[in-house]
């Protein structure tokens, strides 16, 4: 972005995007004076990392059954984790990123930084090389059609405790954003100390902090985990939060999660949410202490849920722009319509493409506009990274009219935004809630 500069030390976001038009322009690009040190602000990414090993399928799930051998094409080997999926997908956006997380020395763990290093020489820097640890890995099997199962091994994720945050690497950094906290033993035991204690010490520094979950094996200690009490105690330190609607409901409603669950076999949870029960979502993650809230849903697109403006205010280094008008907003922007390849680190993805739109000082729904893009940039690939596209591509494809993925009028879905009382605003593509200040 070093050649959009302007002799007053500003970023030219006009010049860059210049042939953009309409929606695009109005809301997207925000033609407006974004400080150099802003919208250059180094992000660290810190968290889990792995191995991604994804066999080419074809067919589906069911031609896997015990004693049977399952034909598969070319492999794919790709970093994986936030690390890897949220901060190289920032780095290929244009924003200069560090990664910290830790693997073994052993093959994997040689093979993870050299992927790494590809990206750039510099990216590795704050990595750890435990002597003597497994690296963790993940084999991904994405058949057509349906959501990826993941067989997963957490390695040295799990011994990653708060000591081996390389704080003295933060003094640069404008935004920290920690993912995979249930993939990391270390980071839910004892009610999440270890976790509160690193988001703690980086909010003091003033930096602007981000959070990302995962979905915990449901057999393993982490699913066991007191999570109401862990982000109870964590998000007072988190400015933005971005887990998934499924993830939230396992460890706030495991009950009604259970249920939703059971009723939707074949149609998956996601149509079992109502726009009610998100909303309640939104406003008990705001009451946690967290500023803003960010709930993925998968297809069905992305949630956003905004505290008043002295809360905004405490963000640290990296603060939305246009302050007022991300005050007191619940909007929910539909998904854009793509030929879905993978859907690994799609969420991550996602992330990455929101928290650029605030790096740009973009207002809320254009910066739901961003994260749906790049998350759909994101499954038109196997892996997680290959598929992101450069920020004035990203911003061309929607500024050229790129459809979003709307409910179809036939039929009738628990997630009715209308019989919810929601507003479609056209000229900006989002539907409006009833806690929206604009509504």
């Not at 070093?2 to 002799?7: A, C, E, I, K, Y």
């Not at 660290?44 to 589906?60: E, N, Q, R, Y």
Request: proline letters at 6%; hydrophobic letters at 45%; glycine letters at 10%.
């Amino acid at each position: 972005m070093s050649d959009l500069g302007r002799p007053d030390g500003q970023l030219d976001l006009t010049e860059a995007d210049g042939q953009l038009n309409g929606f695009a322009r109005d809301t997207i690009t925000e033609p407006i004076p974004v400080p150099r040190a802003l919208a250059m602000a180094e992000v660290v990414v810190a968290g889990h990392i792995c191995l991604d090993i994804i066999p080419t399928l074809v067919g589906d799930s069911t031609v896997l059954a015990p004693g049977r051998l399952v034909e598969a094409g070319r492999a794919t080997l790709a970093t994986g984790g936030p690390i890897s999926n949220t901060g190289l997908a920032l780095r290929k956006l244009g924003i200069t990123t560090s990664l910290m997380g830790k693997v073994g020395d052993d093959l994997f763990g040689r093979t993870i930084i050299q992927l790494i290093e590809a990206q750039g020489a510099d990216l590795a820097s704050g990595m750890i090389v435990a002597p003597g640890e497994a690296s963790s890995y993940s084999i991904i099997l994405n058949f057509p059609g349906v959501d990826r199962t993941i067989i997963h091994a957490p390695g040295c994720n799990d011994t990653f405790g708060a000591d081996d945050v390389r704080y003295d690497l933060l003094n640069s950094a404008g935004l920290f954003h920690f993912g995979y906290p249930p993939l990391m033993a270390r980071m839910y035991q004892d009610n999440g100390a270890e976790l509160v204690s690193i988001f703690k010490k980086v909010k003091e520094m003033g930096i602007t902090t981000s959070l990302d979950l995962s979905m915990p094996d449901l057999s393993g200690q982490a699913a066991q985990a007191d999570w109401r009490a862990i982000l109870a105690a964590v998000l007072p330190y988190v400015d933005v939060f971005m887990p998934s609607i499924e993830e939230l409901l396992l460890m706030l409603r495991r009950p009604l999660y259970n249920k939703l669950t059971t009723k939707a076999r074949k149609t998956g949870l996601l149509a079992q949410v109502t726009p009610a029960l998100v909303s309640e979502l939104g406003k008990l993650l705001l009451g946690m202490g967290t500023k803003i809230v960010g709930l993925k849903a998968g297809h069905r697109g992305l949630y956003l849920r905004t505290a008043d403006m002295a809360s905004l205010e405490q963000m640290g280094r990296v603060q939305p722009k246009n302050m007022p008008l991300w005050a007191n907003r619940e909007l929910w922007a539909p998904c854009f319509a793509t030929e879905v390849v993978g859907t690994t680190g799609s969420g991550d993805a996602t992330i990455a493409g929101f928290l650029m739109g605030i790096l740009r000082g973009m207002k809320p729904e254009a910066a739901l506009a961003s994260a749906c893009a790049v998350g759909a940039c994101c499954v038109e690939a196997p892996d997680a990274i290959s598929g992101i596209r450069s920020w004035p591509e990203t911003m061309e494809r929607i500024a050229a009219g790129w459809p979003r993925l709307l409910l179809k009028k036939r039929g009738r879905s628990a997630l009715n935004m209308p019989s919810a009382k929601w507003r479609w605003d056209a000229d900006h593509e989002v539907w409006r809630g009833t806690q929206d200040v604009l509504y």
